[in-house]
């Protein structure tokens, strides 16, 4: 089946422009997660979606991100005045519906190829 | 908060044996998982912790001790192909502003013939 997709696989921007990222989580995985990874790091988290609601967005580094998931499926990132910290690569992730006793289930997370940003 | 430390390289032989530390420091803790990432690739689910002790998947195993907030990641058999890096990550409480995961910065794995 499908997994999870993200567009563009690439975005080349320059300094203080609007950028969007968008992802394609798997059907029927209602719980939706932004990363951001820089080069020889792990995932950093930006937030994640359980349905439509934002339910963690404590990753996120500034107002100058935002992310929305209107129909409870595809998510998009969107980041304000793009600076050039901001390149990296972004992940997107999604899973199962988080339930069951707290700690005995574990939803394993699918990820995207990414979109390598690159802010000039 | 949470905070994950894993050692940055680690190099070994095709057909041996490797294990990759991961000590962790979380406010609430829910498991620890692994995954793999190959250059250029996105990461991938590995192995899954919650309960102390060893969980085998093929030539994989992890293994978790809450009481020492540690973990490991065991390959065996090594291949060339699983020259990677390794991240382990955890968990916060399920239904709170502590449920994102939190990864390490990653162990990159180096095979020689």
Redesign the interface.
Known sequence: GAG?SQTPSNKVTEKGKYVELRCDPISGHTAL?W?RQSL??????LI?FQGTGA??D??LPNDRFFAVRPEGSVSTLKIQRTERGDSAVY?C?SSLT??GT?????N???????TRLTVL | GQSLEQPSEVTAVEGAIVQINCTYQTSGF??L?WYQQHDG?????LS?N?LDGLEETGRFSSFLSRSDSYGYLLLQELQMKDSASY?C?V?G???S??????????TRLSIRP
């Open positions: 999870v997660y990363y020889g790091q792990g995932p950093e988290f994640y339910a963690d404590s990753g992940l992730a988080l339930g707290q700690g005995v289930f574990y394993e997370q699918f990820f995207g190829p990414g | 829910y498991g998982s690739g996105a990461p991938t689910f899954y919650a991240f990550a968990r409480p399920l239904y502003s502590a449920s994102k995961i939190i990864f390490g910065s990653g």
